[in-house]
């Protein structure tokens, strides 16, 4: 009964031996058996009557609803509340220690994440600092390490970049490309089969700054474009064309077989010379000589006494390029001769022209004596007499009899050297030689000839030494030039030469065979090839000590290369004997330098494009025998602190390299080594040739002559004196090229590389790069960085 009343608020109820008490909304199986006194019931059916009478319900126990509804709504309400706050604080403090226990979990992911990252971090960094020593293992291997327990890495490296294909800009770098992937390992301590990983891929590239040591003479090498080192001669035909400084050990032959040199030149000094329209008398030259010889050596004065037609005096200042004639209308053109210089045969004669015994003269223009007297007249000083004539002043179109008009000189004549006058008349060609007279070198002379219709005289120093009888009228010629110190028109070869540089100074094309300075032993260069050089072409000649041995040694026998210690090794393909029509190009992923090898000759033929080197071992030798060669060697990438790439070169031969007769056009950007000889055939047809733009190394040298050019003297006299005849075209090489017949263009062109490209010889023993003196291993810089969350 107690607990019934604490239930429901203290009503007590009971039942005895009565029906289940039915309690609202309750199904009769629930019914409460009647547990009190039948007393107790009498009282609730009371109180349920009373209840009825008044219309209200009653709540279990009999007790009316009236009475207690506001007091147990608000039990039943609190008690709600407390059972939701209940079931709510339970709610959070399970979602509180579900969230700790989440967080400590992702706590832990990310503290092995964290460290994973740590690991591969140091694996990348320890990668690269390897890789700058010489203890890397190189492309293919890999480093391992623990930091700490459950925490390690592992670092490999790859050759070249994944990211990079043929189409990117800088897939040349390829095989200079190395990737590093480092993977960080975390393992959760408390489980090992938990495990964070970590991936780094670095991609670096080589920063070059050394390769490997050069060969001794290397270094004299590079100053020169042309290299040789054998003493056979060094044979030089035109047109072709070498541009820089030339090192060669054999004798220098320049154009040996065309233009021709064939005139009579003088070696020494003349002046004061004077032409007369009359013969003067033997008192009258013994004058001129007294007025020299006596104070106050006045003779000039007496020679223009006289009334010559031409007087040219050579009293110009040195570098002057006109020689004046105080008599008449007949200017000369100093062609190498030299004015201004002190030596001087009197004292009242200001100066006098130097000649050089090859090819200088005064060009006097075209003077004629129509008359049947004559007198020429001179003074001249020999620096030495050559075994045959020289032509003291000429007017002639060639140097034997039947060219010339009149002449002055000297020659042999028993056993001695003596003054020689000549005159072409109406009845012919007559000359005279001095039966007296001895010349000698170093002494002044003054010489004189004359004819006055019916004798031909010769005088040294006043006195006649010789008269033949000759008549008729002197024989004009319009076109024939008068010159003094050679034989007119001159040397074809030295007009060729000049005028090319003079077409250099002018600024039009430059077509000299030899630009730069030509370096030979003592006695490889003969006299008369020096004035070429310096004088006419404004190149330049340097003695070097006799060498022959060779600079570089051809390799052999090696099949692959290398670009680095530690990099990939690359094979070296052989092309074949033959290359017609075809393309061999570098390749950055298989064979980056594009060297080829073959052991045996090679020919190179039609349509042939190359990139690379190729090397021809003992005893191979290179032919050119096709048009459309282009072949170029590989740059190298800069090495760290220089401006100018290195390279290569293009064609390395055991033998010799030989570019043929006929149809041959190559272009080749690169140096060309031939350890016996360097050859271009003398040319049958009129194709291109070959240009280098690139130095020439070889034991000899030979450059021989084209098609079509004429060898005969008589031919390139014609031409010159042609030339000299018209006033359209102001140099020779432009004449001559309006010939169809006469091509001067350069058969042959080798030149430095334009771009200043650094030529390197191969030492394919060692890799291409090495590290520098004092680095302690090669250097790299990073190109690419990427992270992610496993390998």
Not at 190 to 217: E, G, W, Y
């Amino acid at each position: 009964m107690g607990r019934i009343h604490r239930r429901y608020g203290g009503m007590g109820i009971a039942s005895v031996g009565a029906e289940p008490l039915q309690l609202p909304g309750r199904p009769e199986a629930e019914r409460v058996r009647p547990r009190t006194a039948p007393r107790a019931v009498e009282r609730v059916d009371r109180r349920r009557a009373s209840v009825r009478r008044l219309g209200r319900p009653l709540l279990p126990g009999g007790t009316p609803m009236t009475r207690f509804r506001a007091r147990d709504r608000r039990r039943g309400v609190a008690l709600l509340i407390v059972l939701g706050i209940l079931t709510m604080a339970l709610g959070v403090c399970y979602a509180m220690l579900r969230g700790q226990s989440t967080s400590s979990m992702i706590e832990r992911n990310q503290g092995r994440l964290d460290d994973a990252r740590s690991a591969a971090l140091t694996g990348v960094s320890i990668a690269l600092a390897k890789m700058h020593t010489t203890a890397w293992s190189g492309v293919g291997s890999s480093l391992t390490g623990n930091l700490n327990t459950g925490l390690s890495y592992r670092a490999t490296f790859a050759a070249g970049d994944a990211s990079l294909d043929s189409a990117d800009a800088d897939y040349a770098d390829l095989p200079y490309r190395v990737t590093v992937q480092s993977v960080g390992t975390a393992v959760d301590p408390s489980n090992p089969s938990i495990a964070s990983t970590h991936a780094v891929d670095v991609v670096v590239q080589l920063v070059p700054r050394a390769m490997a040591a050069l060969p001794a003479k290397w270094s004299t090498i590079q100053n020169h474009t042309v290299f040789q080192w054998g003493t056979d001669p060094f044979t030089f035909e035109m047109p072709a064309r070498i541009e820089g400084d030339v090192h060669a050990q054999g004798a220098f032959a320049l154009a040996p077989s065309y233009p021709t040199q064939d005139s009579r030149p003088f070696k020494g000094h003349i002046d004061e010379i004077a032409v007369y329209n009359k013969a003067l008398t033997d008192s009258e030259i013994l004058a001129i000589q007294s007025a020299a010889a006596t104070p106050p050596q006045n003779a000039q004065d007496v020679v223009a006494g006289y009334g010559p037609i031409a007087y040219w005096r050579c009293d110009e200042a040195a570098g002057a390029a006109t020689a004046a004639d105080s008599a008449g209308a007949n200017p000369g053109a100093y062609v190498g001769a030299k004015s201004g210089d002190a030596n001087k045969p009197f004292w009242g004669a200001g100066s006098s022209a130097q000649f050089d015994g090859f090819n200088d003269h005064i060009r006097c223009g075209r003077p004629d004596v129509a008359t049947s007297a004559f007198t020429v007249l001179c003074w001249f000083r020999a620096d030495s007499f050559p075994s045959g004539d020289q032509h003291l002043v000429c007017k002639a179109l060639g140097p034997s009899d039947a060219d010339q008009y009149w002449m002055l000189g000297t020659t042999i004549k028993s056993g001695a050297r003596r003054l020689k006058f000549g005159l072409r008349t109406s009845h012919g060609w007559k000359d005279v030689t001095a039966n007296s007279g001895d010349l000698f070198a170093g002494v002044w002379t003054f010489a004189a000839a004359t004819y006055d219709g019916s004798k031909l005289r010769v005088y040294k120093d006043g006195t006649m030494e010789s008269l033949i009888g000759h008549s008729g009228t002197i024989t004009a010629n319009a076109n024939a030039f008068l010159c003094i110190g050679d034989t007119p028109p001159g040397s074809p070869r030295t007009q060729l030469l000049r005028d090319e540089r003079a077409m250099q100074l002018a600024r039009e094309t430059d077509m000299r065979p030899v630009t730069g300075t030509w370096r030979a032993p003592v006695g490889a260069i003969d006299a008369e090839t020096l004035t070429f050089l310096r004088d006419d072409l404004g190149a330049g000649s340097a003695t070097i000590s006799a060498d022959t041995s060779a600079p570089v040694t051809i390799p052999g026998g090696v099949g692959s290369y290398q670009l680095f210690s530690g990099g990939p090794i690359y094979k070296i393909p052989d092309p074949g004997g033959s290359i017609e029509n075809a393309t061999l190009a570098a390749d950055p992923s298989t064979n980056p330098l594009g060297f080829r090898r073959h052991q045996g000759n090679v020919d190179i033929k039609d349509s042939v494009t190359g990139t690379g080197t190729l090397f021809l071992e003992s005893p191979g030798d290179l032919g050119f025998k096709g048009t459309g060669t282009n072949w170029s060697s590989v740059l190298l990438p800069a090495i760290d602190g220089e401006s100018n790439r290195r390279r290569y070169p293009a064609f390395i031969v055991a033998g010799s390299v030989v570019v043929e007769k006929s149809s041959v056009a190559a272009q080749v950007s690169g140096a060309v080594v031939a350890g016996n000889r360097f050859e271009a055939k003398d040319r049958t047809d009129v194709s291109p040739g070959i240009t280098i733009n690139g130095r020439v190394v070889s034991a000899s040298f030979q450059f021989g002559k084209r098609k079509g050019t004429p060898t005969n003297a008589n031919d390139w006299r014609s031409y010159a004196q042609s030339f000299l005849l018209q006033t359209t075209l102001p140099y020779f090489p432009g004449w001559l090229a309006s010939n169809p017949d006469i091509d001067v263009a350069p058969l042959w062109t080798i030149r430095p590389d334009p771009a200043g490209h650094v030529d390197q010889w191969p030492d394919l023993t060692q890799p291409v790069f090495v590290p520098r003196t004092g680095d302690g291993g090669l250097r790299w810089r990073v190109v690419s960085w990427r992270e992610g969350t496993g390998p």
